[in-house]
């Protein structure tokens, strides 16, 4: 067998003590495949004296990951640390800089750099392995990268964030056979036990504010159409104002709600947009609940695709990172980011104002006379045509507050804001209406 590929892993938390862990008890599996050994050489973290329960005693050890990145006896740097600047980001460079091919589980640091990385790695000779970085286990880099490369890709979409969509699921009956849906209130303990379980960011309003879930998806777009990763170009709202209210009426109306991440291209110009949609139950993408992620892939030749896995946690991550690790080790340096990186498009963006569907609104009204009939005047003078409305029940009292349910036939996003900002403006809506788009796939 010809020289073990020498790797140094900066990062040793959830996925990098992960990745040791399956390093070493598959490594005959991976050496066999991989055509020789995959050796840890060097490792870096914050805390020395930490019980990762790993032996670290056969590493280099570097407080620096950055002078690891540069100096250590290693072909290969892998970057677990996270983050877009910063340590991450300095040995990144270093690593590239020093001839070394990387690989990274850290989505915030290509979503931001990712065009330019991939040409300092490109013009090195090496490559950036980041299939960790994307819906965690599923191969969706090497799907996309590899497996449809002969597609013009027309629309990717899915549900990239594994915290986000094991809380939704806790919020619904889907949590579980005789889970109890989990009120509003034990949000933040649904949120605890994801961040237990791993799943979180060490800042986990990147997870619920969706903004992992953009990152996520500028790479995926740029990679599905062959242009420079642009986030800043991405719309972005998280779960944050999801209720337990709205999960319910979703079950009941037949929905349920899911965080997705869409791009699409319209006319030569891009759409990138994260939000909660309503999705219809029975649709495939409805049933993928917990950590699991799920991505959609349309091809002009292979039609609908579509890849779930889990997102999220130590040990689907850390699959991922090996894999790209073996790629490496039998030779493969693909372009980054399935073209070369200087023939990266920049694409013209779709604004979010041009984007049309359906709605599910709900307002928190008084409950008096009059109140249906100014509501349905500002939807006919925003000109929205409404599918149904629903009010349960009564107040205790007239002049107490009710929820009214409204879900709209299709219409554009401007007029639906030009109809928020009327809802706000009368007496009887006593909080901002809660808008979700209804998705038709
Ligand atoms: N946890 C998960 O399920 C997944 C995480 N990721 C990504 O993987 C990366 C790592 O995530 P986790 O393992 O969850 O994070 P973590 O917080 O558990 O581990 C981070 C590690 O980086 C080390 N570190 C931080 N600053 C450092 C510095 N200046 N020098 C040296 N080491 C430093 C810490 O000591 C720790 O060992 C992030 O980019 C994250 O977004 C990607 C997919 C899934
Ligand atoms: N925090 C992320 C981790 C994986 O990327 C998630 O929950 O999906
Ligand atoms: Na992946």
């Known amino acids: 067998m010809s020289t073990p590929l020498r790797i140094a892993v900066a990062g040793l938390g959830t996925v990098g003590a992960g990745t040791l862990r399956l390093l070493s008890e598959n490594a005959e599996a991976i050496a066999a495949r991989a055509g020789r050994a995959v050796q840890v050489t060097a490792v870096s973290a914050r805390d020395r004296t930490r019980d990762r329960g790993i032996d670290l005693s056969g590493y280099q050890w570097f407080d620096d990951p950055v002078e690891m990145a540069a100096r250590a006896d290693a072909d290969v740097m892998v970057e677990l640390i996270g983050g877009s600047e910063g340590p991450a980001k300095e040995a990144v460079e270093a690593a590239l800089s020093a001839g070394r091919s990387v690989v990274t589980a850290n989505k915030a640091l290509l979503a931001h750099h990712g065009t330019a990385l991939a040409r300092q790695a490109e013009g090195a000779g090496c490559t950036i392995g980041y299939e960790a970085a994307v819906a965690g286990g599923i191969p969706i880099i090497k799907g996309l990268r590899e497996g449809l490369a002969g597609n013009r890709i027309s629309r990717v979409y899915g549900i990239l964030n594994g915290t986000c969509n094991y809380i939704l699921t806790q919020m619904s009956d ?22 237990r379980l791993g799943y979180a960011e060490a800042d986990p309003g990147f997870d619920i504010d969706g903004v ?7 790479i995926l777009t740029a990679l599905a159409f062959g242009c420079e990763v642009d986030f800043d170009a991405v719309y972005v709202e998280g779960i944050r104002n999801v209720s337990a209210l709205d999960v319910a009426y979703a079950e009941e109306l037949g929905y349920c709600i899911k ?50 896995g889990r997102g999220a946690g130590a040990g689907p991550t850390a699959s991922a990172v090996v894999a790209d690790l073996i790629d ?3 030779g493969a340096t693909l372009p980054v980011f399935g073209i070369a990186a200087s023939g990266l498009r920049r694409l013209p963006t779709l604004p979010m104002e041009r984007h049309s569907c359906a709605y599910y609104l709900r307002l928190l009204v008084l409950d008096k006379p009059g109140v249906i009939a100014d509501v349905s005047a500002v939807l006919r003078d925003a000109e929205i045509s409404m599918e149904s409305m629903l009010q349960r029940g009564r107040a205790q009292g007239e002049g107490e507050a009710v929820p009214v349910i409204i879900m709209t036939h299709e219409t554009t996003e401007a ?6 900002a009327r809802f706000a403006d ?3 809506t006593l909080e901002p209406p809660q808008l979700i788009r209804i998705v038709d796939f």
């Open 415 to 420: 007029a639906m804001q030009g109809a928020l």
């Open 328 to 330: 490496i080790a039998r």
């Open 259 to 308: 965080l997705l991440g869409v791009a699409q291209q319209v006319n030569g110009a891009v759409e990138q947009r994260v939000h909660p949609c309503m999705v219809r139950k029975g649709q495939p993408i409805a049933s993928v609940d917990g950590v699991f992620n799920a991505v959609v892939a349309d091809g002009d030749f292979v039609d609908t695709t579509m890849y779930e």
């Open 174 to 195: 889907g949590g579980g056979p005789g889970a109890n849906p989990i009120e509003r209130q034990d949000f933040d303990a649904v949120l605890a036990e994801a961040q």
């Open 426 to 428: 009368l007496e009887a």
């Open 212 to 218: 992992d879930t953009a990152h996520k998806l500028a």
